[in-house]
Structure formats: C-alpha cells, structure tokens
C-alpha cells in the first residue's frame, strides 16, 4: 500500500525565514511525485511533478527535490503569499489510476 | 486553469436523502476522479473514471456510486446520505498518457453537509 507522510503539520514563518517541507513516501514503484499548493476554500492548484532521484524543479521561491524516500520543498525568503497548504501525492507504476495524498502542510508567513 | 466546474458548490440536505454532484470539463481528458476531503485525512479517492462508462472504486467507496456516460461529465451520488459523509468533495482529470505528464488538475469543490 502506497503511503505518504508530510511534516510538519503546521510552520509558521517570518517573511523572509526561509525553510523546508518534508514529504517521506513509501511506494511501489515511483510513477511520480507531486506537490501542489491549497488556498483556504479551494481546490489544490498542481506546482510540481518529479519523476526519479536526484531530479529538481525550481517556481519563483519555491524549489522541489526528490531522493528515493522524500521530496523537500525549500521555501527561499517567503512572503505573506505563499501561505497556503500544501501536499504532497505519489502514484506508483502498478496503479497508475490513482493518487496517494499527504495531510499536508499548512504554511503561515507573517510579515 | 483547467476548464473544472462543479455544481452545486455548496448544499445542505437531510440524512437519508439522495445527493447527486456533477463534475464537468472542457479539457477532454480521459481521466476523472472524486476526492473527499476531511481534516486529519487529507484527499481520499472514492472512485474514478478511465473513460466513458469505466469507473472503479477507490479507498473510501463505500456508500457513493458514480456514473460518467460522456467524457466531459462524471456524476457522484450519495444514494442515501450520512453525517458521517459530510465533507468537502473534488473533482479532478488527468490525461494519465505515458508521454505526457499525469498531473491532475482540480475543481474548485462542492462543500456537502449532511444534518
């Protein structure tokens, strides 16, 4: 069974603090990850897909990264807007129908 | 944005009536999918579609059938709705091809709460 853990719950940042979020996954076979950002009363809105080891993908402050076992996303110098939550999913080669989600994150920049 | 829209985006209904809630897209994606989500479980797949008339169960099934008999629709239907079924459901696609990127794209939500 494909499984996704997401710390921490919550952070809580001073604009400019910069930081990370972790996403350990456990899954057969890595079709791949993703991560996407949720404002309150929304849908998820998809940021990344990283498909193997080693690879990166970098969107204004935010860089993702992948190893075997987690994905981080580095928030460099955040602003009040990039508060949101966010999740991480992995869908494996034998079931690639289907996503497993994290709980996520919830991401609070202060000014 | 991903042409999502879901209707109603917010109702209130009685234990033991039945609910419909309608994904539409525009995308003419092969894929679709319903989500619940409930604080503590993150997103929950109950079914999905693979494409017109092909659906199969996800990991919280149980007390929701769905229907898609055009590609650009996916119905979700509470036959007999529950307290415990309150919860915010999304709908996604995805193209889900080997060489294109399965990302899914997300409708905004329909806010369901069973009294």
């Known amino acids: 069974e494909d499984q996704v853990t997401q710390s921490p719950e919550a952070l809580r940042l001073q604009e400019g603090e910069s930081s990370s979020l972790n996403c350990s996954y456990t899954v057969s076979g890595l079709r791949g990850l993703f991560w996407y950002r949720q404002d309150p009363g929304k849908g998820p809105e998809f940021l990344f897909t990283l498909y193997s080891a080693g690879e990166e993908k970098e969107k204004e402050r935010l860089k993702a990264t992948l190893t075997k076992k987690e994905s981080f996303l580095h928030i460099t110098a955040p602003k009040p807007e990039d508060s949101a939550t966010y999740l991480c999913a992995v869908r494996s080669n034998t079931n690639a129908g289907k996503s497993t989600f994290g709980d996520g994150t919830t991401l609070t920049v202060k000014p | 944005d991903a042409g999502i829209t879901q209707s109603p985006r917010h109702k209130v209904t009685e234990t033991g009536t039945p609910v419909t809630l309608r994904c539409h897209q525009t995308?003419?994606?092969?894929?679709m999918y319903w989500y619940r989500q409930d604080p503590g479980h993150g997103l929950r797949l109950i079914h999905y579609?693979?494409?017109?008339?092909?659906?199969d169960k996800g990991e919280v099934s149980d007390g929701y059938s769905v229907s898609r008999s055009k590609t650009e629709d996916f119905l979700l239907t509470l036959e007999s709705a529950t307290s415990s079924q309150t919860s915010v459901y999304f709908c996604?696609?995805?193209?889900?091809?080997?060489?294109?990127?399965?990302?899914?794209?997300f409708g905004p939500g329909t806010r369901l709460t069973v009294l």
């Open positions: 996604a696609i995805s193209e889900n091809r080997a060489s294109i990127t399965d990302t899914q794209y």
């Open positions: 579609s693979y494409g017109v008339k092909d659906t």
């Open positions: 995308e003419n994606h092969r894929y």
